[in-house]
């Protein structure tokens, strides 16, 4: 199984940028899906961005424009930017990963231990 580690959360403020990294563990990282996923206090965690085997990508509509996902298969690492960040953008963000292309969290098998971004007003 992969083993995920998340990093480069913190305390923004409104408009800034972050920019979010996910190492990972495992043999065969190129062939699998990639995600990122948010949850904030008391509500669902919700799909951010995934990115699929020939390093295609889709993002939330809630995103879209503004954050970014893409892969480095020789690092292992997946990455999330951020930019125009907002408050409601304030979460638990985590990365996970699937043998299947998925939206569905359900979906994932591995997951990180997350990583807080708190975007101020």
């Known amino acids: 199984q992969v083993q995920l580690v998340e990093s480069g959360g913190g305390l923004v403020q409104a408009g800034g940028s972050l920019r979010l990294s996910c190492a990972a563990s495992?043999?065969?990282?190129?062939?699998?899906?990639m995600a990122w996923f948010r949850q904030a206090p008391g509500k669902e965690r919700e799909f951010v961005a995934i990115?699929?085997?020939?390093?295609?990508?889709a993002h939330a509509d809630s995103v879209k424009g503004r954050f970014t996902i893409s892969r480095d298969n020789a690092k292992n690492t997946v990455y999330l930017q951020m930019n125009s960040l907002k408050p409601e953008d304030t979460a638990l963000y985590y990365c996970?990963?699937?043998?299947?292309?998925?939206?569905?969290?359900?979906?994932?098998?591995?997951w990180g231990q997350g990583t807080q971004v708190t975007v101020s007003s």
């Open positions: 996970a990963a699937a043998t299947i292309r998925t939206t569905s969290a359900a979906g994932y098998d591995a």
């Open positions: 495992g043999r065969t990282f190129s062939s699998y899906t």
């Open positions: 990115t699929w085997r020939g390093g295609d990508t």
